[in-house]
């Protein structure tokens, strides 16, 4: 239920919910700082405590969007290869004898119709139901070419057809894989909670110095939570700043028409 509020969020409010956190952050320890926090040594150890908490902030940080960044390559990477995989079984398809290949190019269309719309807009039943589409129209592929391979049992097309059908299957599962695996939201929350502490440490420094550093706390929320965004943003290719691109698969459709 949370992973579908976060993934239901715009951009603009995942950020202004991550910027009002940190800033809240930020002026609670400020505020406990000023009440408890006075004394000779006391803003020291508050400011040694945010250095920690930033550092280990900032490990987590580079952990996170390492873990956010893969994935998104990986995305990326197998819309290519379910691309290729269309256009070669496409070119095959029309070298089939008996003109067994022209259901298959329409199957094929079908198949990257469905292969760009995949995941878009974010809604888990579309997304099931478009799964379970590929997954028929894969079956009367292999049943087109089963017709193919019974009237012409030794036919080189058809044994390249079936080569090039299997990493078409392949292709699919990988993608369909590759867009449910996101980076767990029990990283994504270890994650904001090293972001409120260290800006709780580092109000409270300014509290007990009896300093304002709201400015400079803002800037620091602000940039913050642009880094922690983004990163959550990479795990939505369906939208947002960072998309995956289908132009291979709009490229591969347009190859596809029967002749």
């Known amino acids: 239920m949370t992973f579908a509020l976060v993934q239901s969020l715009s951009l603009g409010s995942l950020f202004f919910v991550v910027f009002a956190a940190l800033l809240l952050a930020s002026e609670a320890g400020h505020r406990l700082g000023g009440r408890y926090g006075r004394g000779r040594h006391r803003d020291k150890d508050a400011a040694t405590l945010a250095t920690a908490a930033f550092a280990l902030l900032a490990l987590l940080l580079a952990f996170t969007y390492s873990m956010a960044l893969a994935r998104y390559d990986m995305r990326r990477t197998v819309v290519l290869d379910q691309a290729n995989a269309l256009r070669d079984l496409g070119r095959l398809a029309s070298l089939l004898p008996d003109d067994d290949g022209t259901p298959m190019l329409y199957d094929l269309r079908r198949d990257a119709d469905l292969a760009i719309g995949l995941g878009v807009p974010y809604d888990p039943r579309k997304f099931d139901a478009d799964v379970s589409d590929m997954a028929d129209v894969s079956t009367r592929l292999w049943g087109h070419l089963d017709a193919a391979a019974a009237a012409a049992p ?105 002749k």
């Open 154 to 258: 030794n036919s080189f097309p058809v044994y390249r057809a079936t080569a090039a059908l299997q990493a078409l299957d392949d292709a699919t599962e990988r993608r369909v894989t590759a867009l449910r695996n996101h980076v767990p939201l029990t990283v994504y929350g270890i994650l904001l909670a090293a972001a409120l502490v260290a800006m709780g440490f580092a109000g409270h420094g300014a509290g007990a110095a009896e300093t304002s550093r709201r400015v400079s706390a803002a800037v620091m929320a602000l940039l913050l939570s642009a880094v922690v965004t983004v990163t959550l943003d990479l795990q939505r290719p369906d939208r947002g700043t960072v998309e995956i691109p289908v132009t291979p698969l709009l490229d591969a459709r347009a190859t596809l028409a029967p």
